[in-house]
Nanobody
Framework: QVQLAESGGGLVQAGGSLRLSCAISRPTFTSHPLGWFRQAPGKEKEFVAR????????YYADSVKGRFTISRDFAENTLYLQMNSLKPEDTAVYYC??????????????????WGQGTQVTVST
């Protein structure tokens, strides 16, 4: 059973930073791409960033490019999302997820099979 668990969310002022973590069960960590998504109230789930199983390739949504950085720590089996220069529109529940197949390189939520429970990020003005 693949398990993912996010942490690190909270309340921050605009312009501030947060680092989200996602602990992932070991067997899946190096085989599948991983992603971060977010969902604001009343909106659909939105892609934020993804990283390859090897950790060598990344891709970002235009809305976060240059402000957010996705990374993975193989020793700790942990996925990270460093969020800088936060804006009120970044407020959402953030989820980490693992793709269904090892060869998938996608921004679509439906291509991800396992999800964490989410962590709330609130950016105040």
């Amino acid at each position: 059973q693949v398990q993912l668990a996010e942490s690190g969310g909270g309340l921050v002022q605009a312009g501030g930073s947060l680092r989200l973590s996602c602990a992932i069960s070991r067997p899946t960590f190096t085989s599948h791409p991983l992603g971060w998504f977010r969902q604001a109230p009343g909106k659909e789930k939105e892609f934020v960033a993804r990283i390859r199983g090897s950790g060598t390739g990344t891709y970002y949504a235009d809305s976060v490019k240059g402000r957010f950085t996705i990374s993975r720590d193989f020793a700790e089996n942990t996925l990270y999302l460093q969020m800088n220069s936060l804006k009120p529109e970044d407020t959402a529940v953030y989820y980490c997820a693992r793709t269904r197949y090892t060869g998938t390189w996608s921004s679509r939520p439906q291509d991800y099979e396992y999800w964490g429970q989410g962590t709330q990020v609130t950016v105040s003005t």
